[in-house]
């Protein structure tokens, strides 16, 4: 099993779960964000990579201290993904990204500055290129 990924703070709304293991989904270009202090929650992200345009939002240094700090190649960001049975209504917040320094095994969700990314912005629009973000 690989080690976990610390939350110091935890994910907004899930602030007592604290270690994670990232599940990739080899079918499909998403993971899972597992909680190993209780299994049963997991988050669906992605990878921004995945988009049409380039996802580059304001963060503020004070989350990359956080996790100690070092270069822009040292840190990976995920998205979460709000699920819906219809595909045209999944969703991903780029407002609270999770930003992960994979090294030190360390992970915050920040919040991103200025009101450029939206929280439930259209997954299916991202990727093919629409006007969403």
């Given at each position: 099993m690989q080690k976990p990924i610390v939350f110091k703070k935890g994910?907004?709304?899930?602030?007592?779960?604290?270690?994670?293991?990232i599940v990739k989904d080899e079918e499909n270009m998403i993971y899972?964000?597992?909680?190993?202090d209780n299994p049963s929650?997991?988050?669906?992200?992605?990878s921004p990579h995945l988009?049409?345009?380039p996802y580059s939002p304001n963060i503020s240094e004070l989350?990359?201290?956080?996790?100690?700090?070092?270069?822009?190649?040292e840190f990976v960001l995920y998205l979460m993904v709000r699920p819906s049975?219809?595909?045209?209504?999944?969703?991903?917040?780029?407002?609270?990204?999770?930003?992960?320094?994979?090294?030190?095994?360390?992970?915050?969700q920040v919040i991103?500055?200025?009101?450029?990314?939206?929280m439930?912005?259209?997954l299916e629009a991202l990727i093919e290129g629409g006007d969403s973000c």
């Amino acid at each position: 099993m690989q080690k976990p990924i610390v939350f110091k703070k935890g994910i907004l709304g899930f602030e007592e779960y604290k270690n994670y293991v990232i599940v990739k989904d080899e079918e499909n270009m998403i993971y899972y964000l597992q909680s190993i202090d209780n299994p049963s929650v997991e988050f669906i992200i992605i990878s921004p990579h995945l988009f049409s345009k380039p996802y580059s939002p304001n963060i503020s240094e004070l989350y990359f201290k956080e996790l100690g700090g070092g270069e822009d190649e040292e840190f990976v960001l995920y998205l979460m993904v709000r699920p819906s049975r219809n595909s045209n209504e999944i969703t991903v917040n780029l407002q609270a990204p999770l930003l992960l320094h994979l090294e030190r095994r360390q992970g915050v969700q920040v919040i991103v500055e200025g009101d450029e990314y939206g929280m439930r912005e259209n997954l299916e629009a991202l990727i093919e290129g629409g006007d969403s973000c």
